[in-house]
């Protein structure tokens, strides 16, 4: 299964790096949309299906922290897995942004693995990027459609 992961980062350059790690590791995308802050990425988002967003938190504009919030606001974009990507090490930082819905939380400098495995677990697959098929009982075998 291939996903859709939109990159939110002012660094262009960061972009291209997120974008590599992400091949690298063996991350399955369909399409890396890409974005430079959040008042540009709901611009992508209105656009296009996005199954993860990897977002830096530090960014002009609207930081990441502020996107988050913003996210979760939304109905429809609430359901979207949110991993931020930081040089900051703060335990205050990471508790804000859990407490504002994340759903991970990478430290720069990062690894190709560490970067897979945060991205599964955002999407609640498993190590083979797949969805867990959910036990047929066996009454359900039976139904005609």
Request: with cysteine; hydrophobic share 40%; charged share 35%.
């Amino acid at each position: 299964m291939a996903f859709n992961v939109l990159i939110v980062d002012d660094s262009s350059s960061m972009r291209a790096v997120i974008k590599k790690v992400i091949s690298m590791s063996g991350f399955k995308t369909d399409q890396c949309l890409f974005a430079g802050h959040g008042k540009e990425a709901f611009k992508v988002l209105a656009d296009n299906r996005v199954d993860v967003i990897l977002s830096d938190i530090n960014m002009s504009e609207m930081n990441g922290l502020e996107f988050l919030a913003e996210i979760k606001k939304d109905d429809l974009l609430k359901k979207i897995p949110v991993i931020l990507i930081t040089t900051e090490s703060g335990e205050k930082r990471m508790q804000e942004a859990f407490e504002l819905g994340a759903d991970g939380f990478i430290k720069k400098p990062f690894l190709p693995q560490e970067v897979k495995e945060r991205l599964y677990e955002a999407l609640g697959v498993s190590d083979e990027g797949e969805y867990e098929e959910e036990d047929i009982e066996e009454d359900d075998e039976d139904l005609d459609f």
